[in-house]
Protein backbone atom coordinates (compact mmCIF):
# COMPACT_ATOMS: atom_id res chain seq x y z
CA UNK A 1 0.00 0.00 0.00
CA UNK A 2 1.16 3.04 -1.05
CA UNK A 3 2.21 6.47 1.00
CA UNK A 4 -0.96 8.10 -0.09
CA UNK A 5 -3.57 4.95 0.42
CA UNK A 6 -1.85 4.75 3.36
CA UNK A 7 -2.29 8.52 4.97
CA UNK A 8 -6.08 8.21 3.33
CA UNK A 9 -6.94 4.78 5.19
CA UNK A 10 -5.54 7.04 9.08
CA UNK A 11 -7.62 9.90 7.85
CA UNK A 12 -10.85 7.83 7.48
CA UNK A 13 -10.42 4.80 10.34
CA UNK A 14 -11.89 5.76 13.65
CA UNK A 15 -10.75 5.63 16.74
CA UNK A 16 -11.80 5.19 20.16
CA UNK A 17 -13.10 7.93 22.39
CA UNK A 18 -15.27 8.47 25.33
CA UNK A 19 -18.07 9.65 23.10
CA UNK A 20 -17.92 5.76 21.45
CA UNK A 21 -18.88 5.55 18.27
CA UNK A 22 -20.52 9.72 18.15
CA UNK A 23 -17.31 10.58 17.72
CA UNK A 24 -15.13 7.99 16.65
CA UNK A 25 -14.24 9.59 12.62
CA UNK A 26 -12.93 12.86 11.66
CA UNK A 27 -15.76 13.24 9.76
CA UNK A 28 -18.05 13.92 12.65
CA UNK A 29 -15.76 16.71 13.65
CA UNK A 30 -15.99 18.60 10.10
CA UNK A 31 -12.62 17.52 9.06
CA UNK A 32 -12.88 14.92 5.39
CA UNK A 33 -12.07 14.00 1.75
CA UNK A 34 -14.75 15.80 1.10
CA UNK A 35 -18.60 15.71 2.07
CA UNK A 36 -21.26 13.09 1.09
CA UNK A 37 -22.34 13.66 -2.31
CA UNK A 38 -19.21 15.65 -3.59
CA UNK A 39 -18.31 15.63 -7.13
CA UNK A 40 -15.67 13.39 -8.18
CA UNK A 41 -13.90 16.24 -9.92
CA UNK A 42 -13.86 17.89 -5.94
CA UNK A 43 -12.64 14.64 -3.79
CA UNK A 44 -10.52 13.04 -6.12
CA UNK A 45 -6.98 14.54 -5.33
CA UNK A 46 -7.44 13.07 -1.67
CA UNK A 47 -6.77 16.18 0.12
CA UNK A 48 -8.14 17.07 3.42
CA UNK A 49 -11.11 19.74 3.46
CA UNK A 50 -11.81 21.26 7.28
CA UNK A 51 -15.56 22.46 7.77
CA UNK A 52 -14.36 25.20 9.75
CA UNK A 53 -17.93 25.84 11.62
CA UNK A 54 -18.96 22.33 12.04
CA UNK A 55 -15.03 21.60 13.80
CA UNK A 56 -15.30 24.58 16.22
CA UNK A 57 -18.91 23.53 17.07
CA UNK A 58 -17.87 19.94 17.95
CA UNK A 59 -14.56 21.34 19.43
CA UNK A 60 -16.58 23.23 22.12
CA UNK A 61 -18.51 20.67 23.21
CA UNK A 62 -16.37 17.96 23.24
CA UNK A 63 -12.60 18.76 23.56
CA UNK A 64 -11.39 15.87 25.13
CA UNK A 65 -13.23 13.88 22.85
CA UNK A 66 -11.23 14.95 20.17
CA UNK A 67 -8.14 15.05 21.75
CA UNK A 68 -8.59 11.34 22.13
CA UNK A 69 -9.39 11.46 18.58
CA UNK A 70 -6.43 12.68 17.47
CA UNK A 71 -4.17 10.82 20.75
CA UNK A 72 -5.07 8.45 23.51
CA UNK A 73 -3.71 5.90 25.32
CA UNK A 74 -6.11 3.58 25.23
CA UNK A 75 -3.40 0.54 26.92
CA UNK A 76 -3.34 2.71 29.77
CA UNK A 77 0.55 2.47 30.46
CA UNK A 78 0.91 6.30 30.21
CA UNK A 79 2.11 6.65 26.65
CA UNK A 80 0.22 7.63 23.29
CA UNK A 81 -0.48 4.52 21.52
CA UNK A 82 -3.73 5.58 19.29
CA UNK A 83 -5.62 8.51 17.32
CA UNK A 84 -5.17 10.33 13.84
CA UNK A 85 -1.80 12.06 15.20
CA UNK A 86 -0.16 8.89 16.51
CA UNK A 87 -0.93 6.87 13.43
CA UNK A 88 0.29 9.71 10.93
CA UNK A 89 3.69 9.92 12.93
CA UNK A 90 4.03 6.20 13.32
CA UNK A 91 3.05 5.86 9.48
CA UNK A 92 5.56 8.99 8.72
CA UNK A 93 8.49 8.10 10.47
CA UNK A 94 9.98 5.97 8.10
CA UNK A 95 9.91 8.84 5.73
CA UNK A 96 11.12 11.93 7.54
CA UNK A 97 13.10 10.18 10.15
CA UNK A 98 16.29 11.81 10.04
CA UNK A 99 18.81 9.14 10.93
CA UNK A 100 17.17 6.76 7.81
CA UNK A 101 14.29 7.96 6.90
CA UNK A 102 13.66 8.07 3.38
CA UNK A 103 12.95 11.78 2.42
CA UNK A 104 16.11 12.68 4.31
CA UNK A 105 18.33 9.93 2.30
CA UNK A 106 17.23 11.08 -0.92
CA UNK A 107 17.81 14.59 -0.19
CA UNK A 108 21.60 13.55 1.01
CA UNK A 109 21.60 11.56 -1.86
CA UNK A 110 20.56 14.00 -4.55
CA UNK A 111 23.06 16.68 -2.87
CA UNK A 112 26.03 14.18 -3.17
CA UNK A 113 24.74 13.17 -6.85
CA UNK A 114 24.87 17.49 -7.52
CA UNK A 115 28.36 18.02 -5.91
CA UNK A 116 29.93 14.67 -8.07
CA UNK A 117 28.14 16.30 -11.20
CA UNK A 118 29.51 20.08 -10.32
CA UNK A 119 33.11 18.10 -9.99
CA UNK A 120 32.40 16.16 -13.35
CA UNK A 121 31.42 19.81 -15.05
CA UNK A 122 34.66 21.42 -13.77
CA UNK A 123 37.12 18.50 -14.79
CA UNK A 124 35.30 18.41 -18.27
CA UNK A 125 35.89 22.00 -18.47
CA UNK A 126 39.64 22.00 -17.57
CA UNK A 127 39.53 19.07 -19.80
CA UNK A 128 38.27 21.47 -22.57
CA UNK A 129 40.89 23.92 -22.29
CA UNK A 130 43.52 21.68 -22.26
CA UNK A 131 42.14 20.44 -25.19
CA UNK A 132 41.58 23.86 -26.78
CA UNK A 133 45.25 24.62 -26.01
CA UNK A 134 46.61 21.31 -27.76
CA UNK A 135 44.63 22.52 -30.86
CA UNK A 136 45.76 26.09 -30.82
CA UNK A 137 49.30 24.97 -30.54
CA UNK A 138 48.97 22.30 -33.12
CA UNK A 139 47.09 25.11 -35.29
CA UNK A 140 50.13 27.24 -34.73
CA UNK A 141 52.61 24.80 -35.67
CA UNK A 142 50.60 23.52 -38.48
CA UNK A 143 50.61 27.37 -39.84
CA UNK A 144 53.98 27.85 -38.93
CA UNK A 145 54.92 24.45 -41.34
CA UNK A 146 52.87 26.07 -44.17
CA UNK A 147 54.52 29.01 -44.18
CA UNK A 148 58.01 27.57 -44.20
CA UNK A 149 56.62 25.40 -47.11
CA UNK A 150 55.28 28.62 -48.80
CA UNK A 151 58.75 30.24 -48.13
CA UNK A 152 60.61 26.87 -49.47
CA UNK A 153 58.25 27.08 -52.62
CA UNK A 154 59.01 30.40 -53.60
CA UNK A 155 63.08 29.90 -53.17
CA UNK A 156 62.55 26.95 -55.74
CA UNK A 157 60.52 29.12 -57.85
CA UNK A 158 63.14 31.53 -57.96
CA UNK A 159 66.25 29.35 -57.84
CA UNK A 160 64.37 27.54 -60.87
CA UNK A 161 64.24 30.91 -62.57
CA UNK A 162 67.67 31.61 -62.06
CA UNK A 163 68.67 28.27 -63.58
CA UNK A 164 66.08 29.43 -67.13
CA UNK A 165 68.35 32.28 -67.20
Same mark, same amino acid.
Given at each position: ???????Q???????????????????????????????????K??????? $???? +???? /?????S? !?? @????? *???????????????????????????????????????????? $???? +???? /??????? !?? @????? *??????????????????????????
Amino acid at each position: MGLKSKLQKIMMNPYPTERGRELSLLAQIGISMGSAGSRWEDIKGGYLQVD $EDKF +VSAF /ERYPESI !KQ @LFGSD *INRDVAIDNGVAYELARNLKAYTNPRGGIIPYRITTTEVNIKQQ $EENI +VNWK /EHLEDYR !KK @LESDF *IQMQQALNELDQNQKRLENFSKGLQK
